[in-house]
């Protein structure tokens, strides 16, 4: 009884601190190193250098959550700022035939999922995400062979709304 007690309350513990700074909160730009953003947060899902030696750090908190957190940090490893990347203001700074897949992998970070859309020869990646509303949408950004971006999609997932399909 005595260990099953012990594995509940590390449960707790490990949870609790899981939790800490699930959403980003957690590092002080100007303050904070990378090594504090790791034990804060954990290891980052992808790492990008930036040009000029600033480097990213991504946090996706998908396909449950609806954001990708980035840290952002200096050459010398402190904390610049830390972000919210799928956001409206965001989406629209994706340029159809100009952005690129760099582009959106460094304003977005990770999709949490990848296709191919085999007819249009495009590959696309998807995102969950909310509009400033908090309505739930899926986020499509599809890519020709060139990598170019060629169309943003932001369709409203109706199926867990009050009244919605569910199926």
């Known amino acids: 009884m005595r260990a099953f007690a012990l594995c509940i309350a590390?449960?707790?513990a490990l949870a609790a601190a899981g939790c800490a700074s699930y959403d980003g909160r957690g590092p002080v730009p100007g303050q904070s190193t990378a090594r504090e953003v790791e034990a804060l947060m954990g290891p980052p899902a992808e790492r990008l250098t930036l040009a000029?030696?600033?480097r990213v750090w991504f946090?996706?908190?998908q396909p449950f959550g609806v954001?990708?957190?980035?840290?952002?940090?200096?050459?010398e490893g402190l904390v610049r700022a830390v972000e919210a990347r799928l956001t409206e203001e965001n989406v629209a700074r994706l340029v159809p035939?100009?952005?690129?897949?760099?582009?959106?992998?460094?304003?977005?970070?990770p999709?949490?999922?990848?296709?191919?859309?085999?007819?249009?020869?495009r590959e696309v990646w998807g995102y969950k995400m909310?509009?400033?509303?908090?309505?739930?949408h899926d986020l499509y950004v599809q890519f020709s062979a060139?990598?170019?971006?060629?169309e943003v999609l932001m369709v409203r997932d109706v199926r867990n709304e009050v009244g919605g399909d569910r199926s």
Request: charged share 25%.
């Open 10 to 12: 590390l449960a707790a």
């Open 52 to 54: 000029g030696g600033d």
């Open 59 to 61: 946090y996706p908190r």
């Open 67 to 75: 954001q990708v957190y980035a840290v952002r940090l200096s050459a």
């Open 97 to 109: 035939g100009t952005s690129t897949k760099k582009d959106v992998r460094e304003l977005l970070g």
């Open 111 to 121: 999709p949490w999922e990848t296709g191919f859309l085999p007819r249009q020869q």
């Open 130 to 136: 909310e509009n400033a509303a908090r309505a739930m």
């Open 146 to 150: 060139d990598g170019v971006v060629r």
